[in-house]
């Protein structure tokens, strides 16, 4: 091997690998076979196979055993070989059997008919995978091994698939053409099939002596011009016959072409690996671009299912608006609605509270300040007192606005999920299972009503200076003037406490409202997006193989 076909041997494997992960992972059934016969070629180094290929009865086995000038491989008038058989040197003559199992026989090569012909072997029941030949007179072909296939187009449809499974491992591809039926449409098919396996495919025009020289001349023509015509590209033309002129047929292949192979044994073996992972590389870029383009496809369905089950009316930030707005628009009611409810109280309380302390007053005693505590303690208690009474009957106007809300925020929601479900349902046929969004109205405690101080009087600070016979009705009067004041301030903070409650819980019921929305979206999403495209792999591994192509022998 020169050096510089050494350079290019770590591209050509760095390709079949990365070609080798790219097969498995994107599933290329069909290319396995193509992988394997290179990546064996690659391992073993075997010898280069020239293989003869083409229509049954071409003569494709006389013509071996005319080049090896020894009559091994069974031949006839009806469709003979049945297992690819390999011949090469060996030091002894044998025939090695290999079966499909794996086990090997050796055989003199008398009996080598009886494993590749139908007749000894029909439907190759004896399950031989191939059989290798060894004859010490291919000495003068190192390097190379001889191969026999079987025929193609008989109606022994299992010659046909033996032979096509073997042919990725072609080497040097020698296509028999018999004369009596000069290049047909299989023919054609089989050119073009090889041509992904081997740079070298040669046409044989065997049975040259059924045709005169002109005729020989003529069909060479036609070759030429159908080849340019159909396939676009010329291939060289050999004669053969086993009949006439035989001698000088085998010397032009056989210096044509077999010792040229062999010649340049490791730069051809090279010329073909490379030949046959490019034209690999060139299979697998071409699933790949429509896994690619499958991929686009799905990913733009995929958009446009979002965009229109998840359409501007199931937006989650309108939703969030709507809600809001709602949920601020009840909120600011609360307090003029409690308020309303309370006003009407604020007359008939003073004037019950200012009778119990008329009431109560003559039976206090003591100086200004004892008084002064005493009215304080007895204004904290009673008002306490009539604030819980009140919210306790009035409780259920208060929870007005929150029951607003509440039906507001259901009736949102609702209007919501069915955009949902009928969007689901006209772009992908299935249902929305319906589902209960229950909004629980969390109704407040009663606040905690209890009465600060705001019995605003400095005189009793010096008390001891006032003589209280002579003052007491004077601060009995001041007391009482004080109360509807109290009264007042007790009850506006009464709806103050009431309107805090109300609305944390109204926001309570936005915050749910809200999170059932953006859950239900991200739900729903997720299910859309979760068969995620595989463009971005499948881009990657493109490029991949692209780079290698590039960096790889031409
Ligand atoms: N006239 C003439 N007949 C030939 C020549 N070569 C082969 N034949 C005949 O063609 C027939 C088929 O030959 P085979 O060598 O068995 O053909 P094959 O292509 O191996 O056939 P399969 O193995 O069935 O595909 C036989 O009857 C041969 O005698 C030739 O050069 N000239
Ligand atoms: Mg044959």
Redesign the pocket.
């Known amino acids: 091997m020169t050096s510089s076909q050494h350079k290019f041997l770590p591209a050509t494997r760095i390709l079949l690998e990365c070609l080798g992960d790219t097969i498995d992972a994107f599933s290329m059934a069909s290319l396995k076979r193509q992988l394997s016969a290179a990546t064996a070629l690659l391992a073993e180094n075997p010898p280069i196979d020239v293989a003869v290929l083409?229509?049954?009865?071409?003569?494709?086995?006389?013509?071996l055993n005319s080049l090896i000038d020894r009559d091994v491989?069974?031949?006839?008038?009806?469709?003979?070989?049945t297992v690819v058989t390999r011949l090469q040197y060996g030091a002894t003559e044998r025939a090695l059997i290999r079966h499909f199992d794996g086990h090997v026989t050796a055989a003199p090569l008398s009996s080598v008919g009886d494993y590749t012909s139908?007749a000894k072997n029909p439907g190759n029941g004896k399950k031989v995978e191939i059989v290798d030949i060894e004859l010490p007179s291919l000495m003068r072909l190192p390097g190379l091994r001889l191969v026999?296939t079987?025929?193609l187009g008989?109606v022994f449809k299992y010659?046909q698939s033996t032979s096509a499974n073997w042919l990725p491992s072609v080497g040097t591809a020698l296509l028999?053409v018999?004369s009596d039926r000069p290049l047909s449409e299989n023919d054609l098919n089989l050119i073009r099939e090889l041509s992904a396996y081997t740079p070298n495919i040669v046409l044989l025009l065997?049975?040259?002596?059924?045709l005169s020289e002109a005729q020989q001349k003529e069909v060479i023509v036609f070759f030429s011009e159908t080849l340019k015509r159909e396939l676009r590209r010329t291939l060289p033309v050999y004669l053969?016959?086993?009949?006439d002129q035989t001698g000088q047929y085998r010397k032009v292949i056989e210096e044509d072409i077999c010792q040229t192979l062999c010649a340049n044994r490791n730069e051809e073996f090279l010329r073909i690996l490379n030949h046959k992972t490019r034209s690999l590389a060139a299979s697998c870029m071409g699933y790949l671009r429509i896994a690619l383009q499958a991929s686009h496809t799905a990913d733009q369905n995929r958009a446009n299912l979002h965009s229109r089950i998840l359409d501007e009316k199931v937006n989650e930030g309108l939703m969030r608006e709507e809600l809001g707005i709602m949920a601020r628009e009840h909120q600011r009611r609360t307090r003029p609605l409690i308020e309303n409810y309370l006003a009407p109280f604020l007359s008939p309380l003073t004037k019950t509270v200012r009778e119990k302390l008329e009431r109560e007053l003559p039976s206090w005693s003591g100086n200004l300040w004892k008084l002064s505590r005493r009215y304080e303690s007895w204004v904290s208690e009673t008002l306490s007192e009539e604030m819980r009474r009140i919210s306790k009957t009035e409780q259920r106007h208060f929870l007005g606005t929150l029951q607003k809300a509440h039906a507001g925020f259901s009736r949102s929601l609702e209007a919501f999920r069915k955009s949902l479900s009928d969007n689901i349902e006209n772009v992908l046929g299935t249902k929305l299972k319906p589902v209960e969004w229950k909004i629980d109205v969390v109704e407040p405690d009663s606040p905690d009503i209890s009465f600060t101080k705001t019995f605003d009087i400095h005189l009793d600070l010096i008390w001891f200076l006032i003589p209280m016979f002579l003052f007491r009705k004077v601060f009995e009067r001041h007391f009482l003037q004080g109360l509807p004041k109290e009264v007042e301030i007790n009850l506006s903070r009464l709806a103050f406490q009431w309107e805090k409650s109300i609305n944390i819980a109204i926001d309570t019921m936005f915050r749910q409202a809200v999170s059932y929305v953006s859950e239900e979206l991200a739900t729903v999403e997720a299910q859309i997006t979760r068969t995620r495209g595989q463009t971005e792999n499948i881009k990657q591994a493109v490029l991949r193989i692209e780079n290698m192509i590039n960096s790889s022998p031409a």
């Not at 083409?54 to 013509?63: D, E, N, R, Y």
């Not at 491989?73 to 070989?81: D, E, F, H, S």
């Not at 065997?206 to 059924?210: M, Q």
């Not at 053969?240 to 009949?243: D, E, F, G, L, M």
């Open positions: 083409g229509q049954f009865k071409a003569g494709k086995s006389s013509l491989l069974p031949v006839g008038a009806i469709p003979v070989t139908e026999d079987p025929g008989s010659h028999a018999s065997t049975k040259a002596d059924l053969y016959s086993i009949k």
